[in-house]
């Protein structure tokens, strides 16, 4: 069983865009995903430009790979690293916190994390 960042089974992240390293809408990774597709975002306009930027554009479809393209609002498994440059960069998307993988937290700490959560947890007293 994959574990979330919250140290709970691991949500899907979309299906509609179907995502995941795997396509299987979850953020799920092993050692043949070596780049980490573990980040469960939402989309923001500024974090797609960001990324068209560092040469990996994901708005322009790509029909003869099956790829209708990507919008903001959408939902989409990130790479790690990609995650933690943008948010070096100021353009850090929003995060589905029980859709990302545990593995995350080898890179960034779970109160980074929990700063972009769109899902954030309530902690009582």
């Not at 930027?53 to 990507?70: I, M, V």
């Not at 939902?75 to 943008?86: F, K, M, S, V, Y």
């Not at 960069?89 to 995350?104: K, R």
Request: aromatic share 8%.
């Amino acid at each position: 069983m994959d574990i979330n960042v919250l140290g709970q089974e691991l949500k899907p992240c979309s299906f509609d865009p179907l995502t995941g390293f795997f396509r299987d809408g979850c953020c799920r990774t092993d050692e043949t995903d070596i780049g980490e597709h573990i980040v469960c975002v939402v989309l923001s306009t500024k974090f797609l430009s960001f990324s068209q930027q560092r040469g990996n554009d994901l708005s322009t479809p790509r029909p003869e790979y099956g790829f209708a393209g990507l919008k903001a609002g959408d939902q989409w498994c990130l790479c790690a690293t990609r995650w933690l440059e943008a948010l070096q960069a100021g353009a850090a998307p929003q995060i589905v916190l029980a859709a990302t993988h545990e593995n995350i937290l080898d890179l960034i700490s779970l109160e980074t994390l929990v700063e972009y959560g769109i899902d954030r947890p309530t902690f009582s007293s």
